[in-house]
C-alpha cells in the first residue's frame, strides 16, 4: 500500500505570492490532517478535513486555506506569503474516522519564502 | 495557557542503555497520548498509543507509561541502538480532532 504522498517535495517563492501543496492520503483514509513544522514551534496543527468537510481548525490566520476532494485528496493553500510561512508542511491521513488515532505522515513540503 | 513540556531538546546516552524521555503536559485533559519518532526530512512514524485509563504500553523495546494525576508520559527505548538516534514526539488529542504534539527531544544513541 502506497504511503501517504505529498507533491511538490521543495518549493522556493517570493514574499506576497500565494502557494497550493498537495497530499495524495493512503488507500481508504479519509480523514487529512495538515500541520506546520519549524524549528521553533514544532509540529503545530493546521486543519483536519474529513469526507470534503472541515472539521477542525488550528489557529492560523485566513491567509491558510484547505480543501478536500471526493477521492479525499487534499491541498492546502497559503496566500500573500510573508517569511515566516517557511517552514515544513506535513500531511497526515488517519483511517478512523472518529479520531486521530495513529496519523500516518508525509515526507512533507519543505516551503522558503525569500 | 496549554503546554507540552518534551524534558529536553536533546538527549545523548550509550549503545545497550535504556532512554527514557519525558514528556509533561498542563491544562490538557487527553483522551490519549502518542508517540512518534521523526528522522530528519521525513514526517513522523507512529510508535505506541496509550489511552487515558492505560498505565502502561509496550512494543518490542519500547515501553510508555502514562500518569494523568502527575500529566506525564515516560517513553523508554531499552538495549538502544544507534539505529534510534532520531527526535521523538509526544502528541496529546482531547477528542477534538486534532493532535497537539510537543517539540520533540533528539535522541543520539552514541556507539
Known amino acids: 500500500k502506497a504511503g501517504v504522498t505529498q507533491t511538490p517535495r521543495y518549493l522556493i517563492k517570493t514574499r506576497g505570492q500565494q502557494v497550493t501543496l498537495s497530499c495524495s492520503p493512503i488507500s481508504g483514509h479519509r480523514s487529512v490532517s495538515w500541520y506546520q513544522q519549524t524549528p521553533g514551534q514544532g509540529l503545530q496543527f493546521l486543519f483536519e478535513y474529513f469526507s470534503e468537510t472541515q472539521r477542525n481548525k488550528g489557529n492560523f490566520p485566513g491567509r491558510f486555506s484547505g480543501r478536500q476532494f471526493s477521492n479525499s485528496r487534499s491541498e492546502m493553500n497559503v496566500s500573500t506569503l510573508e517569511l515566516g510561512d517557511s517552514a515544513l508542511y506535513l500531511c497526515a491521513s488517519s483511517l478512523d474516522p472518529a479520531t486521530n488515532e495513529k496519523l500516518f505522515f508525509g515526507s512533507g513540503t519543505q516551503l522558503s519564502v525569500l | 495557557s496549554q503546554k507540552i513540556e518534551q524534558n529536553s531538546e536533546a538527549l545523548n546516552i550509550q549503545e545497550g542503555k535504556t532512554a527514557t524521555l519525558t514528556c509533561n503536559y498542563t491544562n490538557y485533559s487527553p483522551a490519549y497520548l502518542q508517540w512518534y519518532r521523526q528522522d530528519p526530512g521525513r514526517g513522523p512514524v507512529f510508535l505506541l498509543l496509550?489511552?487515558?485509563?492505560?498505565k502502561e504500553k509496550r512494543k518490542e523495546r519500547l515501553k510508555v507509561t502514562f500518569d494523568t494525576t502527575l500529566k506525564q508520559s515516560l517513553f523508554h527505548i531499552t538495549a538502544s541502538q544507534p539505529a534510534d538516534s532520531a527526535t521523538y514526539l509526544c502528541a496529546l488529542d482531547t477528542g477534538a480532532n486534532n493532535l497537539f504534539f510537543g517539540t520533540g527531544t533528539r535522541l543520539t544513541v552514541i556507539p
Open positions: 496509550i489511552r487515558e485509563n492505560e
